[in-house]
Structure formats: structure tokens, C-alpha cells
């Protein structure tokens, strides 16, 4: 991807040519940019779309953009052979501090971006984007530090009750979930289940890859194999073991 900045942490080369690349400047806003491209797949590719709690910009390679908001469903987009996207993914403490709306407004939202943007500033966020830059014209490039230390911790892996973050923060649990909401778009319930699937992936795919799925299920923070099945066929449309044989993890080597 020409242009685009920092280190590649992901890729992948089947039919779907996929990879994301992390900011190489000074920024807790971007998570990553990333760039998609379908080859000649007869009928094209069914893509599956977790939810992770952040918050795109999709750019085509005819200029086109649209905004996709953080959700918490999953989605099977077919992309027709030839498709060419280059897209930024903003963290899901800065979805509002980068669109300047506030998080409920772009929950489970895909609209082109001139809906949310004005006209004016569309084309040149859309031509950053393809080019790999940060587009001057989002939000700042520190998102405010009480929301991320809040959304911080309540993604970390050994998460404390909501009582006790919000004893920490100064505030009623009532005006904590408010304020997650706002800057988010998301119920910090919400946030802590996606944070939960991605320690699931994580270990299963790198720190704790040949674990069965129970030993996975506890090691993420589920409560048993059961509560892991239930929740990634609720975020995914997939069970575990289809899941991470998507991803590349071997049926056996995830256990039964």
C-alpha cells in the first residue's frame, strides 16, 4: 500500500488479499490503516465482519467512501471480483473526539461519508486515506485521556467491576456508562464482550495457539466453554472451532 505509514500487523494472501499497517506517527485515535483487495473469484467473496468496537472509513478505488460505525453485529458482505478498498480504523475510544458526533449517533451506521462530513472535506478525507496519510480534517490526534484510561481499562485483560472503575473516576456507575456511550457508542457490557473475543483470537492464534477450547474459554475470561460458544455465535454468526478454522487455526489444535 503506497504511502502508508508504520509497521504491517497483519496479511493475509488467499482470495481476499488483506493487511493492516499500524500508524507510524504519534496517535491513540488510529488503530491501524488497512487495504483489502478480491481477485477474479467467479461470483466474488463472501467476507466475514466481526464487530471490534471501532469505527471505519472505507475508501473504493473510485473515490467513493463511506463511514462504517461501531456495532455489535456481525455482517457478510459480498465483494465482487476486482474490489479494491483501502479503509482507517479509529480506536473505539475516539470514535466521537475523530467524527465530532457523539458515539449513539454512528451506532451500527454505514452510510456514505458526505452524511456525516460535510461535502467539502470528503475528498480530501478519502484522498489521505488511499494515500495512506491521517487526514487533517478528523478529530485530534490525542483523544481525551479520562475516556481512553476509562475504555482502557475496560478492555484490559483482568478488567475490575464497574463499581470500583467508577469509584477510581470520581463518578456514579449511572454517569459511567453516560460518558462510554457518548465518546464510544458502545455499553461498557458491550465493550468488555468484544475485548473478551479478542483475547480469545489473540491466544488462539499466537501466544496460546494448540490449546483446547476450554483451556482458551478460561485463559480469555469466559466462564466455561459453554459461555465461549454462546458468545462468539452471538458477535460472529460462527461457532469457535469454524471461527478460528477461517483464521487459519487448525480444527484439531483448538480443541473439542
Not at 473505539?92 to 456514505?112: N, Q, Y
Not at 468488555?192 to 499466537?206: P, Q, S, V, Y
Request: with cysteine; glycine share 10%.
Amino acid at each position: 500500500m503506497s504511502g502508508t505509514p508504520g509497521d504491517v500487523l497483519n496479511e493475509s494472501d488467499i482470495q481476499s488479499s488483506y493487511r493492516e499497517v499500524a500508524p507510524s506517527a504519534t496517535t491513540d485515535v488510529v488503530d491501524c490503516w488497512w487495504e483489502q483487495r478480491i481477485g477474479g473469484t467467479i461470483g466474488g467473496y463472501r467476507q466475514r465482519v466481526i464487530p471490534d468496537g471501532c469505527g471505519d472509513i472505507i475508501v473504493s478505488a473510485d473515490g467513493s467512501a463511506v463511514l462504517v460505525g461501531p456495532t455489535m453485529r456481525p455482517a457478510s458482505p459480498v465483494l465482487a471480483a476486482g474490489t479494491h478498498l483501502r479503509g482507517l480504523r479509529i480506536r473505539t475510544h475516539a470514535i466521537k473526539s475523530a467524527f465530532g458526533v457523539p458515539g449513539p449517533e454512528l451506532r451500527d451506521l454505514e452510510v456514505p461519508l458526505e452524511d456525516v462530513l460535510p461535502s467539502g472535506r470528503v475528498s480530501e478525507v478519502a484522498d489521505a486515506i488511499w494515500a495512506g496519510r491521517r487526514p487533517a480534517q478528523l478529530g485530534p490526534v490525542l483523544a481525551d485521556a479520562r475516556i481512553r484510561r476509562l475504555i482502557g481499562v475496560l478492555m484490559a485483560d483482568r478488567p475490575v467491576s464497574l463499581a470500583a472503575l467508577a469509584h477510581e473516576a470520581n463518578m456514579s456507575e449511572r454517569h459511567l456508562r453516560r460518558v462510554v456511550v457518548e465518546h464510544s457508542g458502545l455499553e461498557p457490557r458491550a465493550i468488555r464482550r468484544l475485548a473478551r473475543m479478542t483475547r480469545f483470537l489473540r491466544l488462539a492464534e499466537h501466544e496460546d495457539a494448540g490449546c483446547g477450547l476450554a483451556e482458551l474459554a478460561d485463559r480469555a475470561g469466559y466462564a466455561d466453554q459453554s459461555h465461549l460458544t454462546r458468545d462468539i455465535r452471538d458477535l460472529t454468526g460462527s461457532t469457535p472451532r469454524e471461527l478460528l478454522r477461517e483464521r487459519g487455526v487448525r480444527a484439531e489444535e483448538s480443541g473439542h
